[in-house]
Each structure stands twice: as C-alpha cells, then as structure tokens.
C-alpha cells in the first residue's frame, strides 16, 4: 500500500515540476512524512525528497537545454550562491526540533502560495540579455541574495525552490518565462545534490520508496513537458497554490495538535 501511494505522489509531483518549473516540489516533503502514513520522520525524508526533485528535475531540464531555453550563466550564480548556504540550511536543521522545522515548512509554503497567486505582470530588467550582455551592475544584487535564500531554503526542508526561484528569475531579472523554466530547473539539479551530500551523513534512506516515487515523478516530469504547451498553467497555478495552502494547513494541524 505504501509503495502505491508513493507512485501515486511521485507522479503528482513530477507532472507539476515539469509544467511549473518546478513548484510542485514543496509537496515532496509533506508527501513523504504525512502522505505515507507517517512511516519517514524528516531525517529520512529531507534527503529522499533532495534525491527525488534532483533527478525529476534533471530529467525535466534536459529538453530545456537542448532547446536553448537555460541562462547559464544565471544558473552559474544562483549555484554559486546557492550550494554553501544550502549546507548552511541543512546545519540549522540539525539543530532545530522537528515540530519547529515542520511549522516553519508550513511558513513557506504558505509563502509559496502566495507567490503563485500574485499576478506576475511584466517582467523585470536588472539582468536583460541584449548586444550588451548582461547588466550585472544592477544584476547581481538581486540574483545573490535570490540564490542565498533559495539554496539555504533547499538545506532546511528539502525544497526545490523553484517557487522562488521562477519569480526572482522573471519578475527581478528580466527572464523570459520559458528560460526561467529551464533555468530554475538547472538551479534545483545543483541545490538539490548539494543537499543531498549534506544530508546523507547518518541518514537511513529507504530505497524502495524512493524508486517508486523517483520513477513515477521522472515519467510526470516528462510527459508534462512535452505536453505542457497545451496546458493553461496559469489557471493550474492558481489551483495549485490553493491545494499548497491545504497541505499547509494540514501540517499546522498534525504537528501542533495531534502530536
């Protein structure tokens, strides 16, 4: 049953992470310790989740590439950024209870939702590709910060952060949103195995689980993304910050009332 539910979740997420760039990965970890009848505690959880959202989202990045659609060198600075604060994320979970960490899971989620109800109107234009290049003068004080807050976010729960990620890349710096697609979805892949290598000391990670769910958020991932032309994603965002704020909802309930 439990290896069901995995598939089940597995294939939610990954049809989500390819048609939003990677959002439905704030699901994973909710998914993993409450979705699977409490089976995982957050040590076990963080790093399947890492594992899961690196490989879905690696998978999903490829056709990106092959399309032109990733700005390298903005992914290059958001890694940068990123991989030593997601260590630095991953060392204050260790030192937080798991009640606290949860809540503070919650935080962001709602935050997430937030984000994907806000109208995204038009783009920003601190990092504008033209003849010039990049205008890093005004560029690099937003993608920085950006990259810290989304690598140390991946360390402590275990998130993609491509709900920040895809927002901070259009509506700060100026990306087109099918190149902030791929871009976010190369961001994910560096954060994701940073966290994952800060994780694994002492982790007992449960493989069968991870397969099922790896598996079916891969074959998501893919499909949605060759359909994913075809969808109204902004209606399926809307949706879909509603179903976050659910789950939020949800966590607040289990782990300050019926633990």
């Known amino acids: 049953m439990t290896l ?8 939610i997420i990954g049809v989500l992470l390819g048609l ?16 699977l009848g409490l089976d995982l505690d957050l040590d076990q959880a963080i790093p399947i989740s890492l594992l899961v959202i690196g490989v879905a989202s690696l998978v999903g990045a490829v056709p990106k590439i092959r399309e032109h659609q990733v700005n390298w060198r903005m992914a ?41 109800l806000m109208d995204r109107g038009d783009t920003g234009t ?26 140390f976010l991946t360390g402590l729960f275990g998130v993609g952060g ?17 190149v902030a697609v791929g871009t976010s979805l190369v961001i994910i892949v560096a954060n994701s195995a940073a966290g994952l290598v800060s994780h694994l000391n ?21 499909i949605a993304g060759h359909f994913g032309t075809k969808v109204d994603t902004d209606k399926l965002q ?22």
């Open 202 to 222: 002492g982790a007992s990670i449960d493989w069968a689980i991870t397969a099922a769910f790896a598996g079916t958020a891969i074959a998501g991932s893919l």
């Open 20 to 35: 939003l760039g990677g959002g439905g990965s704030i699901l994973a970890v909710p998914a993993l310790v409450l979705g």
């Open 126 to 151: 601190a990092c504008e590709v033209g003849d010039s290049g990049i205008d890093w003068r005004r560029c690099a004080p937003r993608s920085i910060p950006a990259g810290v807050a989304v690598g």
């Open 4 to 11: 069901t539910v995995a598939l089940a979740l597995g294939a």
């Open 162 to 178: 491509g709900f920040l990620i895809i927002p901070a890349l259009v509506l700060m710096l100026g990306l087109d949103m099918s």
């Open 76 to 116: 290059g600075v958001f890694a940068a950024c990123g991989i030593p604060a997601t260590f630095a994320g991953s060392a204050v979970g260790r030192l937080l209870p798991q009640s606290v960490v949860m809540v503070g899971f919650a935080a962001v989620m709602v935050l997430a939702g937030i984000r994907m």
């Open 238 to 259: 809307r949706w879909f910050a509603y179903l976050v704020f659910a789950v939020a909802a949800y966590v607040l309930v289990d782990t300050i009332l019926l633990r």
